[in-house]
Nanobody, 116 residues
Framework: QVKLVESGGGLVQPGGSLRLSCATS????????MGWYRQAAGQQRELVAQIFSDSSTKYLDYVKGRFTMSRDNVESTAYLQMNSLQPEDTAVYYC??????????WGQGTQVTVSS
């Protein structure tokens, strides 16, 4: 059974930091492109960061220099370190794993709220 389980969300003040984790099971993790998406209230889901099997990354322009995505192929876990958080970063953050055209999995999401 495939599982992607996010954790690490919460309430943080502007300028603060959070580290999201996406623990996976049931997939050949090292072969998957892992991604973090977010969806703010009333908005479409958007791609925040991706990490490829060679650990190269790409980011949404707005988060470049503030967010860092990484992966641990031994623990089958992806991470998103988020620094200098702003109220505009408030959203539900979802973990995604993709491999080829037939494997596309989502986690249940974790809420990130940036507010004073």
């Amino acid at each position: 059974q495939v599982k992607l389980v996010e954790s690490g969300g919460g309430l943080v003040q502007p300028g603060g930091s959070l580290r999201l984790s996406c623990a996976t099971s049931g997939i050949m993790f090292r072969h998957f492109i892992m991604g973090w998406y977010r969806q703010a209230a009333g908005q479409q889901r958007e791609l925040v960061a991706q990490i490829f099997s060679d650990s190269s990354t790409k980011y949404l322009d707005y988060v470049k220099g503030r967010f860092t995505m990484s992966r641990d192929n031994v623990e089958s876990t992806a991470y998103l370190q988020m620094n200098s958080l702003q109220p505009e970063d408030t959203a539900v953050y979802y973990c995604n794993g993709v491999a080829g055209n037939t494997h596309n999995y989502w986690g249940q999401g974790t809420q990130v709220t940036v507010s004073s």
